[in-house]
């Protein structure tokens, strides 16, 4: 089932006319006319009594139309979460970073970071040693100063 489809059915039966429809949602009132005619098909049953002049859900459309509108708002809500999850930062970051770095300089700074990002969690590895990146699960490591080992 195409969500096309039901969006024609939806815009079909709010304005009373498929040729209404058809404008609303920027096609011809002949695909407007086949996107019904496959939703009718599809569900076997007819939804809407067409003339030249009107159109009218049936029983059965009138039923139909509540879960259609309740599965598009549904798909939309769903589409808005996840554009909201696309542009909100969350999930857990590890870091690794030096004590004197990560007392004297980041500390303020991640505090903030935080307050503007709450759904984040940060895991932090505050250690003088160098972290082995391939065996600690450390997706950014903050270092200054010459690498010994150009491995790191």
Same mark, same amino acid.
Request: hydrophobic fraction near 45%; glycine fraction near 6%.
């Given at each position: 089932? #195409?969500?096309?489809? =039901?969006?024609?059915?939806?815009?079909? @039966?709010?304005?009373?006319?498929?040729?209404?429809?058809?404008?609303?949602? @920027?096609?011809?009132?002949?695909?407007?006319?086949?996107?019904?005619? #496959?939703?009718? &098909?599809? +569900?076997?049953?007819? +939804?809407?009594?067409?003339?030249?002049?009107?159109?009218? =859900?049936?029983? @059965?459309?009138?039923?139909? =139309?509540?879960?259609?509108?309740?599965?598009?708002?549904?798909?939309?809500?769903?589409?808005?979460?996840?554009?909201?999850?696309?542009?909100?930062?969350?999930?857990? +970051?590890?870091?690794?970073?030096?004590?004197?770095?990560?007392?004297?300089? +980041?500390?303020?700074?991640?505090? #903030?970071?935080?307050?503007?990002?709450?759904?984040? #969690?940060?895991?932090?590895?505050?250690? &003088?040693?160098?972290?082995?990146?391939?065996?600690?699960?450390?997706?950014?490591?903050?270092?200054?100063?010459?690498?010994? &080992?150009? @491995?790191?």
């Amino acid at each position: 089932m #195409r969500t096309d489809d =039901l969006n024609v059915l939806v815009y079909a @039966a709010e304005h009373g006319s498929l040729s209404a429809a058809a404008r609303e949602l @920027a096609i011809t009132p002949a695909v407007a006319s086949v996107a019904i005619k #496959r939703l009718e &098909d599809a +569900l076997g049953t007819r +939804l809407l009594v067409r003339s030249t002049r009107s159109l009218r =859900l049936t029983p @059965a459309g009138a039923h139909y =139309l509540v879960h259609a509108k309740t599965a598009l708002r549904a798909l939309a809500e769903g589409e808005k979460e996840l554009h909201r999850e696309r542009q909100e930062i969350a999930g857990e +970051l590890s870091l690794s970073m030096p004590s004197d770095l990560g007392r004297n300089v +980041l500390l303020g700074w991640l505090d #903030r970071f935080m307050a503007l990002h709450p759904q984040l #969690r940060l895991r932090l590895r505050v250690s &003088d040693r160098v972290s082995d990146l391939f065996r600690q699960p450390v997706e950014i490591a903050l270092r200054y100063g010459v690498p010994e &080992d150009s @491995a790191w």
